[in-house]
């Protein structure tokens, strides 16, 4: 069974590049026609999708958040992975990655979910 | 970008009782071609990560009770839970995924 696993460190310095890592165990990136996504929610707050990577390497990314992300796949490590650079308090967020439940598609409902991480932005 | 617009944003219903959820989109959401509705409906309780519920606007996830149905079409949905149950307590989402993802901005709701 799929899971996805999100890490990373739960503290960042304004000014400084968030970096996390979705480890995917059960499936295999290398030969998946699945897309995944990282979406991000402050403490008390709604969800924010951030981006998406499809299984050909294209990259989507939410427009209020394009300049400063970057999301890549490891396929050695099994890991799709979200950089966020020039990070601000409004970064602060549990951030998750997910993946649709069709593959092929780059965007569909989101079936499987980690179980996220708490980043906090603080000096 | 298409903007989700959830209502209420709070609900309270007693034990038993019908909750209902709406959401708009600010375009529509069903694509022509395949006539589906890209919306789906999730559930989040404390701590947890959402959890998929309707797909295609009105498709219950494997797993999910028959008390939750989702209907609508174009940029009109709703949410129904038919008889409340104490864990059915959570903020719940419709997302579209039509173009990209948007998330409305959730409903909470409660046991009156």
């Known amino acids: 069974q799929l899971q996805l696993q999100e890490s990373g460190p739960g503290l960042v310095k304004p000014s400084e590049t968030l970096s996390l890592t979705c480890i995917v165990a059960?499936?295999?990136?290398?030969?998946?026609?699945?897309?995944w996504g990282w979406i991000r929610q402050p403490p008390g707050k709604g969800l924010e999708w951030i981006g998406s990577i499809s299984y050909s390497g294209n990259t989507y990314y939410n427009p209020s958040l394009k300049s400063r992300v970057h999301i890549s796949v490891d396929t050695s490590k099994n890991q799709v992975s979200l950089n966020l650079t020039s990070v601000t308090a409004a970064d602060t967020a549990v951030y998750y990655c997910g993946r649709p439940q069709k593959s092929g598609t780059y965007y569909n409902a989101l079936d499987i979910w980690g179980q996220g991480t708490m980043v906090t932005v603080s000096s | 970008d298409i903007v989700m617009t959830q209502s209420p944003d709070s609900l309270a219903v007693s034990l038993g009782e019908r909750a209902t959820i709406n959401c708009k989109s600010s375009q529509s959401v069903l694509y022509s071609s395949n006539n589906k509705n890209y919306l789906a409906w999730y559930q989040q309780k404390p701590g947890q990560p959402p959890k998929l519920l309707i797909y295609w606007a009105s498709t219950r996830e494997s797993g999910v009770p028959d008390r939750f149905s989702g209907s609508g079409s174009g940029t009109d949905f709703t949410l129904t839970i038919s008889s409340l149950q104490a864990e059915d307590v959570a903020v719940y989402y419709c997302q579209q995924y039509y173009n990209s993802y948007t998330f409305g901005q959730g409903t909470k709701l409660e046991i009156k």
């Open positions: 059960g499936d295999s990136i290398r030969s998946s026609t699945y897309s």
